[in-house]
């Protein structure tokens, strides 16, 4: 087995009537973040970590937003369907690591039904999915609450022939 690591992140921006979903769990926000799809920017890092450490692209080229098919898709779903394809070349999801960085709302109370959300889109145990919260501290756009960035790092154990 070769072990290999990928990095992904995401942003949207705030807008008014949207769902706020991060990990695959809606958090009560006055605002949701816009996107072609559900827009939910941690599972879209996530997604993009494992892409590149199995070095198959990413989101885009998966899911483009020039396919209808995806308007409004269930990121989480979106989540599964690659992790199927890792398993079926063979590849094993090791750990999951991810920032959100965000000034409101407070990620800590959602934190541990995040990481259970993700690790069953994962399959893999939650001591190997791991989330974690920052701010912008009143720099950028996340600083000035006009949006949501996500950073994610995945390891994997790929077969050697892959």
């Given at each position: 087995m070769t072990v290999t690591t990928g990095i992904g992140w995401d942003s949207h921006r705030f807008a008014e009537g949207r769902r706020l979903l991060l990990g695959g769990v809606e958090l009560p926000y006055d605002r949701g973040l816009v996107g072609h799809s559900d827009a939910d920017v941690l599972t879209h890092a996530v997604i993009d970590a494992?892409?590149?450490?199995?070095?198959?692209?990413?989101?885009?080229?998966?899911?483009?937003?020039?396919?209808?098919?995806?308007r409004d898709a269930d990121s989480i779903e979106l989540l599964r369907a690659v992790v199927g394809v890792l398993h079926g070349r063979g590849t094993r999801i090791v750990h999951v690591d991810a920032t959100v960085i965000m000034e409101r709302p407070r990620l800590a109370p959602h934190r541990d039904e995040i990481r259970a959300t993700l690790a069953v889109a994962l399959e893999i145990d939650p001591r190997h999915v791991n989330v974690k919260a920052s701010t912008g501290e009143g720099m950028g756009f996340v600083g000035r609450g006009e949006g949501v960035a996500a950073l994610a790092v995945a390891t994997l154990e790929r077969p050697r022939d892959d």
């Amino acid at each position: 087995m070769t072990v290999t690591t990928g990095i992904g992140w995401d942003s949207h921006r705030f807008a008014e009537g949207r769902r706020l979903l991060l990990g695959g769990v809606e958090l009560p926000y006055d605002r949701g973040l816009v996107g072609h799809s559900d827009a939910d920017v941690l599972t879209h890092a996530v997604i993009d970590a494992l892409l590149g450490a199995a070095a198959l692209g990413d989101i885009g080229l998966h899911f483009p937003d020039s396919d209808e098919s995806f308007r409004d898709a269930d990121s989480i779903e979106l989540l599964r369907a690659v992790v199927g394809v890792l398993h079926g070349r063979g590849t094993r999801i090791v750990h999951v690591d991810a920032t959100v960085i965000m000034e409101r709302p407070r990620l800590a109370p959602h934190r541990d039904e995040i990481r259970a959300t993700l690790a069953v889109a994962l399959e893999i145990d939650p001591r190997h999915v791991n989330v974690k919260a920052s701010t912008g501290e009143g720099m950028g756009f996340v600083g000035r609450g006009e949006g949501v960035a996500a950073l994610a790092v995945a390891t994997l154990e790929r077969p050697r022939d892959d």
